[in-house]
């Protein structure tokens, strides 16, 4: 193998796996499916009570916000890590899911969503269940 072919394909294999990692190699799913999925650890089925939810909640950030579904699903994955990092407390995507479409419908964005969640449990170390009867009094 001579040195220019060696280059062609250690670069086709580099850009493939940029590819890859960007999400665009990747098999089509169903993304409320893989945020309850990646919030219990297991395997769920599409018709699963907990994805339903997750799909309602999913469309009312979307009309709420203009994210995609995946923007959505990276987000809610970051913002349960960062709550972990800051607190030590386990959050779940699918409970990042819910805090933020329940405070987009009352007008806040994405990230004004995220960032009361993460006060009321990262930095008051308030449990899902505290922090969402918090944020019910926000206008």
């Not at 995220?114 to 008051?124: G, I």
């Amino acid at each position: 193998m001579n040195r220019s072919h060696l280059l062609a394909v250690l670069t086709a294999v580099l850009l493939a796996g940029q590819v890859f990692a960007s999400g665009l190699g990747e098999p089509e799913f169903n993304v409320p499916q893989r945020i309850v999925e990646e919030s219990l650890f297991q395997d769920v089925s599409l018709d699963d009570p907990l994805v339903k939810k997750a799909a309602e909640q999913v469309a009312a950030i979307v009309k709420a916000t203009g994210e995609q579904e995946r923007a959505i699903a990276q987000l809610c994955n970051r913002h349960a890590r960062y709550i972990f990092d800051v607190s030590h407390q386990r959050a779940k995507p699918m409970e990042v899911l819910e805090a933020v479409a329940f405070l987009t419908r009352k007008g806040k964005s994405f990230n004004e969503a995220a960032q009361l969640y993460h006060q009321a449990r990262a930095k008051q170390r308030l449990d899902h269940a505290a922090a969402m009867t918090q944020l019910a009094s926000v206008k």
